[in-house]
């Protein structure tokens, strides 16, 4: 009996670690979160972000170049994992993304992935959750407003959240 009772314990402080590691990381992040600031594709394909808000360490932000068709993303584009890294992430922060084609950086935290981005009708949108289904999509942008497939349920908006760089 007494057994059970430490594993019952156990099992329900891993259960709480699980419960307060979901909340405190990306899940929380909203839409206009974060901004794209550049995007360039040459030979060092790359992108800037700015934070609107802090991001508290450990947060997890996915990126794409796949267009959105209204439900997910297409499976015909590279995607990037961005992690933040051990500590908070002020409001205001410039995040630059660079060499995505051959050697990926990051300003701050790490990336995973590689991503090239075409001189025309592409767009990179940031997220959270899966791959391919996102939980939000926090900003996108685009080179060509073709780019970015649709807009519907993105709840983003031309123009400010989802930016046109020509």
Same mark, same amino acid.
């Given at each position: 009996?007494?057994?059970?009772?430490?594993?019952?314990?156990?099992?329900?402080?891993?259960?709480?670690?699980?419960?307060?590691?979901?909340?405190?990381?990306?899940?929380?992040?909203?839409?206009?979160?974060?901004?794209?600031?550049? *995007?360039?594709?040459?030979?060092?394909?790359?992108?800037?972000?700015?934070? @609107?808000?802090?991001?508290?360490?450990?947060?997890?932000?996915?990126?794409?170049?796949?267009?959105?068709?209204?439900?997910?993303?297409?499976?015909?584009?590279?995607?990037?994992?961005?992690?933040?890294?051990?500590?908070?992430?002020?409001?205001?922060?410039?995040?630059?993304?660079?060499?995505?084609?051959?050697?990926?950086?990051?300003?701050?935290?790490?990336?995973?992935?590689? *991503?090239?981005?075409?001189?025309?009708?592409?767009?990179?949108?940031?997220?959270?959750?899966?791959?391919?289904?996102? *939980?939000?999509?926090? @900003? @996108?942008?685009?080179?060509?407003?073709?780019?970015?497939?649709?807009?519907?349920?993105?709840?983003?908006?031309?123009?400010?959240?989802?930016?046109?760089?020509?």
């Amino acid at each position: 009996m007494k057994e059970l009772k430490i594993v019952s314990v156990l099992a329900v402080l891993v259960l709480s670690l699980v419960v307060i590691e979901m909340k405190s990381n990306a899940h929380s992040l909203k839409v206009g979160d974060i901004s794209f600031t550049s *995007m360039k594709s040459t030979t060092s394909d790359g992108f800037s972000i700015t934070t @609107a808000v802090k991001l508290p360490p450990r947060t997890k932000i996915r990126f794409t170049d796949s267009e959105w068709n209204g439900n997910h993303f297409g499976f015909d584009e590279s995607d990037i994992l961005w992690e933040t890294g051990n500590d908070t992430i002020n409001a205001n922060s410039e995040i630059k993304f660079t060499n995505l084609n051959s050697t990926p950086s990051v300003s701050i935290g790490s990336v995973y992935g590689s *991503m090239r981005i075409s001189k025309k009708e592409d767009a990179i949108f940031a997220y959270t959750g899966n791959e391919r289904t996102p *939980m939000k999509i926090l @900003a @996108a942008c685009a080179n060509d407003e073709f780019g970015f497939g649709t807009l519907i349920n993105t709840s983003l908006t031309k123009g400010t959240t989802a930016l046109l760089f020509q």
